[in-house]
């Protein structure tokens, strides 16, 4: 089975930018769709990107415009990048990677939005 490592988090200021990556075991192109999602403390897990199989590309309200997705097939990594960072950000960011057959969860890297 496919596995996801996320890595790229870390701490930031407000106005700041990070780049998140997600590297998969296997291609990432079987795959129909991939997610990044985030759970912040004390809230429920929120979805926050996707990039399909076919390159289309949509985003929550609350990061449209700032966070961009995007993906390398070779090596086989989704990108998240976060621009403009706010405090309401920190979260833990995941990436999920979704099948007919299979639905991929790393384990996830935080992010904090704090000066």
């Known amino acids: 089975q496919v596995q996801l490592v996320e890595s790229g988090g870390g701490l930031v200021q407000p106005g700041g930018s990070l780049r998140l990556s997600c590297a998969a075991s296997?291609?990432?192109?079987?795959?129909?769709?991939v997610d990044w999602c985030r759970q912040a403390p004390g809230k429920q897990r929120e979805w926050v990107a996707r990039?399909?199989?076919?390159?289309?590309?949509d985003y929550a309200d609350s990061v449209k415009g700032r966070f961009t997705i995007s993906r390398d097939n070779v090596p086989n990594t989704i990108y998240l990048q976060l621009n403009s960072l706010k405090p309401e950000d920190t979260a833990v960011y995941y990436c999920?990677?979704?099948?007919?057959?299979?639905?991929?969860w790393g384990q996830g890297t935080q992010v904090t939005v704090s000066s």
């Open positions: 999920n990677a979704i099948s007919p057959s299979s639905n991929v």
């Open positions: 296997g291609s990432i192109r079987n795959f129909n769709l």
């Open positions: 990039m399909t199989s076919g390159g289309v590309t």
